[in-house]
Structures are given as C-alpha cells and as structure tokens.
C-alpha cells in the first residue's frame, strides 16, 4: 500500500507542476483576466501570485486535471472575483483635511442637539393640561388606537383626534426653537 500512496503523491506534485508550468507560461494572460475583474494591475499581480502558491500547496488538486489551462484561468478568476468582494466591503475613505470620520453613531454635536431637543419636548409637555398629556401618550407613546382613547377619556373621538394633533404642532413648534410656548386652555 505504501506504494500506491507513493505513487498518488508522485501524481498529485506532477499535476501541481503543470498547473504551476502553466501559469507561469500564460502568466499575462492570466493578469489581464484579473485586471478585468479587480481594474488594477497591482492587485491582479497580487491574484495570479496567490494561485501560484496555491498550486504549489493545495493537497486538493487530484492527480489528473483535465484542463490546465481552464483550471487556472477559473482560480484566477475565482480569487479575482474573492478579492473584488473583500474590497467592496472594506471601503476605505480617503479623508481631507478638516473632515471628520463618517460614523453611524451621532457625534457630540449632534447629540447635545438631540438632548436640547428632547429638554424642549419634556419642558413642552409638563406644560400640557394633565388631560391633554395623558391623551397624547396613550395615543403615542402606548399606541392606542384614538378610537380607545376617546372611550377611556369620555370624549368624542373628533375631540381626542383635534387634542392630538393640537399637541403634536405644539411639541413641533417647540423643537423648530420658537422662543415661547403655545398655550393650550385647561378643560
């Protein structure tokens, strides 16, 4: 047995060989088809050097490989293609001067902003008659339907409907800055 296995490792190197005789022989074939895929010759270089090393150590590559030719051309191709997809993920961004790194997290600014904001809406809110409060937060906040409110609440559903969107336009007017607040009459 010892042999045979001999003999498959002796055929597996052979073939190996060949493959790696090939791309060596068609090696700017082989570049302008990975240039095609990836648009730079310095990452095409890149591809067909990393099909090089994996015909020399791939244990994969069987003993008889019908198409040579075809074979390394699809593994360039393939790793071209690989290479494509990892770019495309890892976008680098070239920054200028002055500019700041793109996040998906607000910075500081812009969090501060949100907390003035959110400081104008609850300031607005404490100033909402009790009822017109508990109103808009059931409708809102708990996701009533208004028909369920204006059960609740003893009023007509037209009533609760005009509370909401009168408190909506309030707390609307309070974070586009106006300096005074919209007085709402008690019931």
């Keep these: 047995m010892p042999h045979d296995e001999s ?5 597996c190197a052979a073939a190996r060989l060949k493959l790696l005789s090939y791309l060596v022989n068609e090696r700017e074939v082989l570049l302008c088809d990975a240039m095609r895929i990836l648009g730079s010759r310095d990452r095409a270089e890149d591809v067909v050097q990393d099909a090089a090393i994996r015909c020399m150590e791939s ?4 003993d008889q490989i019908n198409s040579p030719r075809g074979f390394v051309r699809r593994m360039v191709q393939n790793l071209a ?3 494509c997809r990892r770019s495309a993920r890892e976008k680098i961004v070239v920054l200028e001067p002055g500019e700041e790194l793109p996040c998906s997290r607000p910075n500081t600014e812009r969090q501060m902003e949100a907390k003035e904001d959110l400081a104008r809406v609850v300031s607005q809110m404490d100033n909402l008659p009790p009822q017109h409060r508990r109103i808009f937060l059931s409708h809102r906040i708990d996701d009533c339907l208004q028909k369920d409110v204006a059960r609740r609440f003893g009023l007509s559903p037209a009533r609760i409907n005009g509370i909401i969107a009168q408190t909506q336009t309030q707390l ?4 586009q800055d106006d300096p005074a607040p919209l007085a709402i009459a008690a019931e």
Aim: charged residues 25%.
């Design 7 to 11: 003999k498959q490792a002796d055929a």
């Design 59 to 62: 244990r994969a590559i069987a």
């Design 81 to 83: 293609l690989d290479q």
């Design 172 to 175: 609307l007017a309070a974070l």
